[in-house]
């Protein structure tokens, strides 16, 4: 039923497919029957469903320098299909929703693969002896984003040599029978 004039009035349409175009428009009808002309019409976009959340990230071959992180290729639709982009960063500490914005961007990034298959890439021009702690997301063709994902964590190689040793001195003992030892 109506409620009085000039009150806001919502209703919620459930179960529309994603990614569709939807455009809604309304009469009212009086307690005579007189109908009005259609009003407005108000036209939105329901969202797609995101790339599934990756949660395989790893790191493995870790140098002074770099590192190689590993996950699985997340779909365009959940599973399903290829998605759009990946946007990988890190931090120092783990990283959130809270922390995502401020965690460095790692550019460069590779072209998702189909889903299902593995994907990998060289993170380089990292600090030695640091540990680094590393997220990702994907991207659909529609703009959706995935939840972050596990974080992967590593600690680059020591790539500081010890100091050289510069008081080495040598001295002669001579043992039984002369020779010196």
């Not at 009150?7 to 497919?17: A, G, H, I, P, Q």
């Not at 399903?80 to 929703?97: D, P």
């Not at 540990?131 to 995935?146: E, M, S, V």
Request: hydrophobic share 35%.
């Amino acid at each position: 039923s109506p409620l009085p004039s000039g009150s806001l009035e919502r209703f919620t349409m459930n179960d529309l497919e994603p990614e569709s175009k939807y455009c809604f428009g309304i009469k009212a009808a009086d307690e005579r029957g007189n109908t009005s002309s259609l009003s407005n019409v108000a036209c939105t976009f329901t969202p797609g469903v995101p790339p599934n959340t990756i949660m395989d990230l790893s790191v493995s071959d870790v140098l002074a320098h770099q590192l190689t992180l590993n996950w699985t290729a997340p779909g365009a639709d959940g599973a399903v299909g290829t998605s759009s982009e990946y946007e990988l960063r890190y931090s120092l500490e783990r990283i959130n929703n809270g922390n995502w914005d401020a965690a460095t961007v790692i550019p460069g990034m590779p072209l998702p693969s189909a889903s299902g298959n593995a994907e990998a890439v060289v993170v380089l021009g990292l600090a030695g002896f640091t540990k680094y702690y590393f997220a990702l997301r994907a991207r659909d063709a529609t703009g959706n984003w995935n939840a972050i994902s596990n974080n992967a964590f590593g600690r680059t190689q020591d790539d500081v040599p010890p100091s050289p040793i510069t008081d080495l001195v040598m001295s002669t003992v001579p043992s039984e029978g002369g020779t010196v030892k």
